[in-house]
């Protein structure tokens, strides 16, 4: 099995010095590709060299994540599209608002995403969207840049099934499907049987939300088994047919270079 985990950040503090025994751990249980979404201007180094590292296995993202915009926004936000013309880079992301933690910056985290949004159709590249409490106000900016040119991911779904139905309606965009999906009291399975298989694909989101039996403890790559495993289930899909279908739906929208359905 070749799967595809299309959110993951093994280049950050938290697997110091770890990364190469996960890479390889990660490929030995069959995992073939990692997805690396970017955070803001202090990771962008770690990203490429663990990128440069495994070119073959490690695929970099751009972005300016919503939770790092801040008064000094303007300036990382430069920052971050001087990059773009440097590498080549399989999307833009993470990208989105977060009214979680902070709605200090809401106006400013709408004019970062929809810039970054922007960069996507120029470049033609899709986006690894990150909301929480913003549902309504991610969807407004995308209607406003142009949802009919844009494409994508809604990393780390856990919406309801009207969250669901809106999402639908863009036609180009995607469900990322974690460890959420896993926790006791998650409705996650219950809801994206309101869509199918060809809407979703899978992440880790490492270090983060790692799966059950592994929740509380850092997320790692082949944790990823735990929630392919529970949307197979879902689907009534066996795990061969679940990381296929992923693969396809993630290569469609990525179109990461040397990779095959």
């Given at each position: ?12 503090e ?24 970017n ?49 080549a880079y ?51 900016s ?94 009534g ?25």
């Amino acid at each position: 099995m070749k799967l595809i985990d299309t959110h993951n950040h093994l280049y950050l503090e938290d697997f110091d010095p770890e990364q190469d025994v996960l890479v390889n751990a990660a490929r030995e249980s069959g995992i073939d590709t990692l997805l690396l979404p970017n955070v803001d201007v202090e990771t962008i180094g770690r990203m490429h060299d663990l990128c440069d590292r495994f070119p073959d296995f490690a695929y970099p993202m751009m972005g300016l994540h919503p939770t790092s915009v801040d008064g000094n926004y303007a300036g990382n936000l430069k920052t971050t599209e001087s990059y773009l013309g440097k590498r080549a880079y399989c999307g833009i992301g993470e990208i989105g608002i977060d009214l979680y933690w902070d709605k200090t910056y809401l106006k400013e985290q709408k004019i970062v995403f929809e810039e970054q949004l922007r960069w996507s159709i120029d470049l033609d590249l899709p986006v690894a969207i990150h909301t929480r409490e913003a549902y309504s106000e991610v969807l407004d900016s995308i209607h406003k840049v142009g949802a009919d040119k844009l494409k994508g991911v809604f990393h780390s779904f856990t919406g309801t099934t009207d969250e669901l139905e809106e999402i639908g309606k863009l036609k180009n965009f995607k469900l990322g499907i974690n460890g959420v999906i896993t926790f006791k009291n998650s409705k996650l399975s219950e809801t994206i049987q309101c869509t199918d298989m060809n809407h979703i694909v899978l992440e880790t989101d490492a270090p983060y939300l790692a799966p059950v039996p592994y929740r509380g403890r850092r997320n790692e790559p082949v944790y990823i088994w735990k929630t392919v495993e529970k949307v197979a289930d879902t689907f009534g899909l066996t795990l061969d047919e679940t990381v296929q279908i992923t693969r396809k739906n993630a290569l469609d929208l990525f179109k990461i270079p040397n990779k095959k359905a």
